[in-house]
């Protein structure tokens, strides 16, 4: 199957609760939760000891707020990109919110890449 194929709906409905998961581990610092859903191509690549610094040092990462603007999904070859826009607790401006989701081998739907710029 193919996440391309899913109408919007169906994968805002994947993917919001994925959002959350993500925005509150990462204000929480905690790793375990913040790569569940992520495919494991994606957690190979990852350092668990450079995310615990970003989590330290970074006070955006610590400071996201659940409250966020959806802004549209991108779809390309076995992927989406779902946009959102970002605001800080404790930060003043608004970043972009960046979630691609596909299916894994075992046709789960997974995280294959996240991130706030």
């Known amino acids: 199957m193919n996440i391309i194929e899913l109408t919007d709906d169906e994968i805002l409905a ?7 998961e993500l925005v509150r581990a990462s204000n929480d610092g905690e790793y375990g ?13 990852l350092n668990e000891v450079e995310v ?4 330290a040092k970074s006070e955006l990462t ?25 605001r800080s ?3 003043e ?3 972009l919110g960046r979630l691609v989701l596909g ?7 997974k995280i294959f890449g996240a991130s706030v710029f």
């Open 14 to 20: 994947v993917a919001e609760p994925m959002w959350t």
């Open 52 to 55: 615990g610094k970003q989590f």
């Open 103 to 109: 299916y894994d081998e075992h046709d789960k739907i």
């Open 62 to 86: 610590r400071s996201l707020s659940e409250v966020y603007d959806y802004l549209g999904i991108i779809r390309r070859g076995e992927h989406v990109t779902v946009l959102y826009r970002v």
């Open 89 to 91: 607790t404790k930060k």
């Open 33 to 45: 939760k913040f790569i569940r859903n992520f495919d494991y191509s994606l957690t190979q690549g």
């Open 93 to 95: 401006g608004e970043w």
